[in-house]
């Protein structure tokens, strides 16, 4: 398997946002001091008392994305690359998807073509920014 590490950011809004089953989430993250189209934006969230799980990635060409087995079905991600900006849509609410939320992208984030793309299994955090 693959480890990724990946740089985490606040989703917006970024205070708490209070919804009941069964309703849809949507959030929006944007992106500064890189350049944006070039990353793999990826969506973790962290329920209470548990480490962070890794949800779905979106690319610029959506049709790459890759979403949590779990979460397929009612998960989904898209970006407007012209600002930065990536979103998360997370449909029918369950009580087990109270979490916080942040986007993240590959730390080693380049300019170019990823090689040999692969879904994230394994990654280590290595910076939160509040």
Do not use: H
């Amino acid at each position: 398997t693959m480890t990724q590490k990946l740089t985490l950011m606040e989703s917006i809004p970024s205070s708490p946002v209070v919804k009941k089953p069964g309703e849809t989430l949507s959030l929006s993250c944007r992106g500064s001091g890189f350049t944006f189209s070039c990353c793999t934006m990826n969506w973790v969230r962290q329920q209470p008392g548990k480490a962070l799980e890794w949800i779905g990635e979106g690319y610029s060409d959506s049709s790459s994305n890759s979403y949590a087995s779990s979460l397929r079905g009612r998960i989904e991600v898209s970006r407007d690359d012209s600002n930065s900006l990536t979103y998360l849509r997370l449909s029918n609410l369950k009580p087990e998807d109270s979490a916080v939320y942040y986007c993240a992208k590959r730390t080693q984030c380049f300019t170019g073509t990823y090689r040999g793309q692969q879904m994230i299994k394994n990654m280590m955090f290595n910076s939160l920014s509040q």
